[in-house]
Structure formats: C-alpha cells, structure tokens
C-alpha cells in the first residue's frame, strides 16, 4: 500500500484545529421585527444588514428599517449609538441624528463608526461619543470630489484600512470609491457600466457590487453580488476575480470553479481568509488565501435553527473578531449570529506522541497508527455532524462521500487530536 504520511507535531496540529466544526448561536435578536434595546434576545433589530466588530469586542450594526446604528457589547448589551429611528440624513449626536436605510458599517482602530447610508447617498461617520458627520456624499450621483461636493448612488458596503482611508461599494454606479481620511472621494475601480471585466481602474466593470473589505496591505475584496463573483482590487486598482465562476450555484471548489449566490457581506481574519454572506444560498461561505471556497455555516435551508447544523435568513453583513469568531447580520430573522469553533478536538497529545493517518486521500480503509492504545475514533463531516464511531484503528469509508471530514483519534488516557481527512 502506497502509504501518505501526516508526521504531525504539536504544532501541525493546532492548524488542524483551525478546521473544526462551526457552531452559530444567537448574540442579539428576538427574531421579531423591532427596535428594543436590551440584552440579548430581549433586544429587538428590524432588518439588520451591516455589521462590524471592534478591538473590544463591540459590534455594531446597520439596523436598515430602524434607522438606527446599535451597539452590542461583548456580553450582549444592545443600545443605539446613533440614530432617531425616522428617517432622513440630520448630523448630531446620539439619537438626534438621523439615518435613511443605513446598509453598511465599519469601525476603525479610534473606534469611530463609518455607515454607508444608502438612501441618503453619503457616507456617515460617528465618533465614539456618537457625534455624526457626513463624510462625504450629497445627492444621487457619480463625481468625484471632495466631502459633500462627491456623490454616491445607494452605497451598500463600507470598509476601512489602517491608514484611515475608507472604501465603499458604490453599488448602483457600479463602481468602487475610495475617501481620503480628509475627505477627498476618487474611484479605485469601475467603469461605471455593468459587466465583469477583470482589468484595471475604470477598465474593469462589476454588477452591483455589495460587500467589502480589505486586508493590511490595502488589496481590496469585493462581493460582486449580480455577477456571483469575489473580486479583488490591488491598491494599484488592478481587478482580478478571486472565486466565483459567474452562474449561481453553492459549489464548493477553487478559484473560478465554486460559485455563489447573490454574495453581499464579505469581511477578511488576520490569516487572510476572507468569509461570505452568500445572501440566496442561506450560508456563509469561506474562502482561504489560496481561492479555497468552502462553506461554513448553513444548510442551505432558510430557517434560523443554532448549532453544527444551523440555518440563516437571507445573511446580509459580517465580520470577523480578532480571535477569528464571526459575526452575521441575519437579515430576515432580525437577529444578529455569532459563528464560533465547536471543540471537537484539543492539543493534548504529546509533542513525541506521533500519530499516522494514512492514505490522505482516503478511498475505502482510513488507517490510524499511534504508539499508545486508541479509546475512540470519531469522524465528522463539515458541518460538525458525527457520521462514524468506533473503536479500532482502521475504518471502513467506502460509504462516505467525497469531500473533507475531521477525524478525532482519542486514546485511554484522554488524550485527543483531530486530523483533516479528504475522502475522494
């Protein structure tokens, strides 16, 4: 037999970890339409989109037909920073301000609050003691300029980089714009016209773009949600689509071979891994830095069931806190998910206490070997289910179908290790 060895330390092993299962549970949301503050599931949202996440923890959230941007603390606290739920585009501070169908929300390292207001056509900003600007936008329009001179055609998405420069997914022009920590409004990429012309500045060409982001070195990400299409913008304004093939679909493959369905949020880790409000499909989609796609979280199936098997309603907005949980604005169930990795394994086994998984591919007999006695063998398909148990070292997998699974090994004195297997 043609044996594929995982020599696998201590430290090969917490990258593995990184593949454990996923469990969604409810931050903050009843699940009816309203705009209570409170805690937890006592608090109420009425179609959140956008969401961001501070340093602290913090989230903050788009409330679209509330009007409202809120706040929940790390231990579920919902308020509103700003907003006073009727609406228009009034600056002030706190609730005297006001707010048209707000979509998309980001937060810089100050902790100031950035808010595509998309019926108002601007981009808001809110200081930390809610005070509320407009950064730039006026009317309905496409200019390029400074402040309240530019314009802007329903923006959705919003994002900031660590220099405090803030993009925007200027969706009804089909462009992508980039402001100035002074305020000044230039288009990175676009033309302008429909299409899904990889090129660069306004040689490229996106369809309604919606979601946003961008990673430390300035590349932009972009979900370009009529085109079913991750794209990618260099700080230079050279496009490329990252993944996505164009047709609707929830494949899950690499590069142009996954497909998407009507993407919106996007938000990237510090690893770069880049995760997907995949608003049809009902998932939220992962993509790693190599154009992986993989799916998350959901079933497929609307509904707002929590667990390993859980199910959104139509996932608007997202984000990623610095210990990689992720956050969802689970637009139609008015709730606002948190994604977090289910402990199917630990890093107790011994730096010398070897263990061999063999062939990686599997196709009919995965083989374990470990120099210690095995108490239990668990296999898991990605969605944390656990599909296979048993208590000997070589498993039967003929009936599993292709794909990945996690395969945790415990041995009889409690030590465990969970080990990424692909079935083909």
């Known amino acids: 037999m043609n044996k594929l060895f995982q020599k696998m330390s201590l430290v090969m092993v917490l990258a593995f970890n990184l593949s454990e299962a996923q469990v969604v549970s409810t931050l903050a949301g009843s699940g009816t339409a309203g705009s209570t503050d409170g805690t937890e599931t006592i608090a109420q949202f009425n179609n959140p989109y956008g969401v961001a996440v501070d340093a602290s923890g913090n989230v903050y959230v788009a409330d679209g037909t509330n009007n409202k941007i809120r ?18 585009s009034i600056n002030a501070t706190g609730t005297e301000a006001s707010f048209n169908s707000p979509t998309g929300v980001a937060v810089d390292g100050s902790g100031n609050v950035y808010v595509a207001d998309n019926y108002s056509h601007k981009i808001r900003k809110i200081t930390f003691a809610g005070v509320v600007t407009t950064l730039a936008g006026n009317v309905a329009g496409s200019t390029d300029a400074t402040g309240t001179s530019a314009s802007f055609r329903y923006p959705a998405g919003i994002a900031v980089d660590i220099s405090g420069n803030v993009y925007v997914a200027d969706t009804y022009n089909n462009k992508i714009r980039k402001i100035t920590a002074t305020g000044v409004v230039t288009t990175l990429a676009g033309s302008g016209t429909v ?15 919606r979601g946003i982001t961008v990673d430390v070195s300035g ?19 050279e496009v490329s689509t990252l993944a996505g093939n164009g047709i609707n ?10 497909s998407f369905n ?17 608003y049809t499909n009902q998932q939220i989609r992962k993509i790693t830095p190599l154009g992986e796609v993989t799916t998350l979280a959901g079933t497929g199936k609307t509904g707002s069931t929590e667990g390993t098997a ?8 997202i984000a990623v806190d610095a210990s990689g949980n992720v956050y969802v604005g689970d637009t139609s169930n008015h709730k606002i998910r948190k994604i977090t990795i289910s402990n199917l394994g630990t890093n107790d086994f011994s730096a010398n206490n070897e263990i061999n998984v063999y062939p990686n591919p599997v196709k009919d007999v995965l083989n374990i070997e470990l120099n210690t006695q095995i108490k239990e063998v668990e296999i898991f398909n990605i969605l944390g289910q656990k599909i296979v148990s048993a208590n000997q070292s070589s498993i039967e997998t003929s009936g599993l179908k292709i794909g990945t699974y996690l395969v945790k090994v415990t041995t009889q004195n409690g030590e465990t290790k969970t080990v990424k297997v692909i079935k083909k």
């Open 71 to 88: 706040k929940i603390t790390a231990t579920g606290v919902v308020t509103t920073l700003a907003g006073s739920g009727t609406a228009g």
């Open 195 to 209: 299409g899904s012309t990889d090129a660069t500045g306004s040689e490229a060409s996106f369809n309604l773009p």
């Open 219 to 237: 590349n932009v990400y972009v979900a370009d949600s009529k085109n079913q299409k991750i794209r990618k913008i260099t700080p230079l304004g």
């Open 249 to 258: 679909g929830n494949t899950n493959a690499t590069g142009s071979e996954a």
């Open 262 to 278: 009507n993407p919106r949020g996007i938000t990237i880790d510090d690893a770069g891994n880049i995760y997907v409000a995949d």
């Open 310 to 317: 859980s199910s959104f309603n139509f996932p608007t907005g």
